[in-house]
T-cell receptor
Framework: QKEVEQDPGPLSVPEGAIVSLNCTYS??????FMWYRQYSRKGPELLMY????GNKEDGRFTAQVDKSSKYISLFIRDSQPSDSATYLC???????????FGKGTSLLVTP | EAGVAQSPRYKIIEKRQSVAFWCNPI?????LYWYQQILGQGPKLLIQ????????DSQLPKDRFSAERLKGVDSTLKIQPAKLEDSAVYLC????????????FGSGTQLSVL
């Protein structure tokens, strides 16, 4: 079983739609849960960061963590064409070792 | 605040040649990472430095890849000799201290090995 599973898509939605992106993980040592956004030919940039189970909201973005199910989600409300990018989930343990990334989900928001 | 700088942006070489990438992290960031991102996949850690010491290089193919971080600031990643499967984007990232800290990525170096 891979440590991190993420559906690569591509996912195509019309502008204004609600987008749901998901990842599952198997390592119980993961304590930090992140979503990075990566535009074409750019490096990833941090979008959302959570430490505990529950929801965290930032503008149109909501990150959800369910540690008991080892499942995290990112919701994008009122999606815009500028949201078209690859979204990477990432996980980190307390050991000091670096992030484990999912494969990324490619999202296209059409006008 | 200046971001993570990487050069070159693109590099094309033939297999068995050597290549080097350079990274200048954000000023004051103690932790520096090199990631390899193959097309369609997420970044995979190659090596992590804390100041100028290596924290993790377990996934670095040490028979052909080497990296150094002199004086705890700039870093170079070298591949010698390159193989076709090394074609990827090489991303450098830095963070203040490591655990639980936000990573800042550079735009990467896109390597094509022919």
């Amino acid at each position: 079983q891979k440590e991190v599973e993420q559906d690569p898509g591509p996912l195509s939605v019309p502008e204004g739609a609600i987008v749901s992106l998901n990842c599952t993980y198997s390592n119980s040592a993961f304590q930090y849960f992140m979503w990075y956004r990566q535009y074409s030919r750019k490096g990833p940039e941090l979008l959302m960061y959570t430490y505990s189970s529950g929801n965290k909201e930032d503008g149109r973005f909501t990150a959800q963590v369910d540690k008991s199910s080892k499942y995290i989600s990112l919701f994008i409300r009122d999606s815009q064409p500028s949201d078209s990018a690859t979204y990477l989930c990432a996980f980190e343990s307390n050991s000091g070792y670096a992030l484990n990334f999912g494969k990324g989900t490619s999202l296209l928001v059409t006008p | 605040e200046a971001g993570v700088a990487q050069s070159p942006r693109y590099k094309i070489i033939e297999k068995r040649q050597s290549v080097a990438f350079w990274c200048n992290p954000i000023s004051g960031h103690a932790t520096l990472y090199w990631y390899q991102q193959i097309l369609g996949q997420g970044p995979k850690l190659l090596i992590q430095f804390q100041n100028n010491g290596v924290v993790d290089d377990s996934q670095l193919p040490k028979d052909r890849f080497s990296a150094e971080r002199l004086k705890g600031v700039d870093s170079t990643l070298k591949i010698q000799p390159a193989k076709l499967e090394d074609s990827a984007v090489y991303l450098c990232a830095s963070s203040l201290s490591g655990v639980g800290e936000k990573l800042f990525f550079g735009s990467g170096t896109q390597l094509s090995v022919l």
